[in-house]
C-alpha cells in the first residue's frame, strides 16, 4: 500500500527552464508535506514543506502547491540550475502517523547546462 | 556540531554474519529513525525512537534489533544478516514537534554476500 507516490522515476529538463516535480497520496489523514533532495552518496537534505492550511509555499527558486482536493502536491523549482540535479523525494505525515514521514519513491532530477 | 554521524560508511558481510550500524546525534534531538533505501524505491522506515528506552517498530523490522540507552546514540543490529538486507541506511534525528524537520546521516552502504 503506497500511500505517497511519484510516478516519474526522472525527469529531464534544460538549465534556466522551471522543473515541476509531482507526488500523490492517498491517505486523507496527511496534513503535512515535505520534499527533500539527495545527492549521491549522501543522506537526504530538507528542502522545503507545507502544512494543509495552506495551498502554496515559497523560499527562491523553490515553491511547493498543495492541492488537497486532488490529493496532489508538487514542486516548482525556477530557474533550474545543473546543481539542482539530484534526487528529489516528497514526504508525508499525518496527526495518526506520530512522529513518523511516509517517504515516496522519489523522482531523479537532472538539469542539462 | 556534526550533526548525524553514521559508521561504518560501507560494509560487506556474509550470509549470516552479524553487525551493528552505528548512529550519533549531537542535536540533543528526542527523536531518532533508521531508514533503508534499495535502488528505485523511497525510504523505507525501519525502526524508530520517541526517547531514550524507548523505541518501535516500523515498516520493515523483521532482522532488525535497535537500542536507545543514550539521547545521543542509536544503533542498528543485525543479528543473521540476508542478501534481502542489501540496501543503504540512513539513521535521522528531529526534535520534538510534529513540523520538526528530519535531519540524515550521509548512510551506510551494506552489501550481503
Known amino acids: 500500500d503506497q500511500q505517497v507516490k511519484q510516478n516519474s522515476p526522472s525527469l529531464s529538463v534544460q538549465e534556466g527552464r522551471i522543473s515541476i516535480l509531482n507526488c500523490d497520496y492517498t491517505n486523507s489523514m496527511f496534513d503535512y508535506f515535505l520534499w527533500y533532495k539527495k545527492y549521491p552518496a549522501e543522506g537526504p537534505t530538507f528542502l522545503i514543506s507545507?502544512?494543509?492550511?495552506?495551498d502554496k509555499n515559497e523560499d527562491g527558486r523553490f515553491t511547493v502547491f498543495l492541492n488537497k482536493s486532488a490529493k496532489h502536491l508538487s514542486l516548482h523549482i525556477v530557474p533550474s540550475q545543473p546543481g539542482d540535479s539530484a534526487v528529489y523525494f516528497c514526504a508525508a505525515s499525518g496527526p495518526t502517523s506520530g512522529s513518523r514521514l511516509t517517504f515516496g519513491e522519489g523522482t531523479q532530477l537532472t538539469v542539462n547546462p | 556540531n556534526a550533526g548525524v554521524t553514521q559508521t561504518p560508511k560501507f560494509r560487506i558481510l556474509k550470509i549470516g554474519q552479524s553487525m551493528t550500524l552505528q548512529c550519533t546525534q549531537d542535536m540533543n534531538h528526542n527523536y531518532m529513525y533508521w531508514y533503508r533505501q534499495d535502488p528505485g524505491m523511497g525510504l523505507k522506515l525501519i525502526y524508530y525512537?520517541?526517547?531514550?528506552?524507548?523505541?518501535d517498530k516500523g515498516e520493515v523490522p523483521n532482522g532488525y534489533n535497535v537500542s536507545r540507552s543514550t539521547t545521543e546514540d542509536f544503533p542498528l543490529r543485525l543479528e543473521l544478516a540476508a542478501p534481502s538486507q542489501t540496501s543503504v541506511y540512513f539513521c535521522?534525528?528531529?526534535?520534538?514537534?510534529?513540523?520538526?524537520?528530519?535531519?540524515f546521516g550521509p548512510g551506510t552502504r551494506l552489501l550481503v554476500l
Open positions: 525512537s520517541v526517547g531514550a528506552g524507548i523505541t
Open positions: 507545507i502544512s494543509s492550511i495552506k
Open positions: 535521522a534525528s528531529r526534535s520534538s514537534g510534529r513540523e520538526e524537520t528530519q535531519y
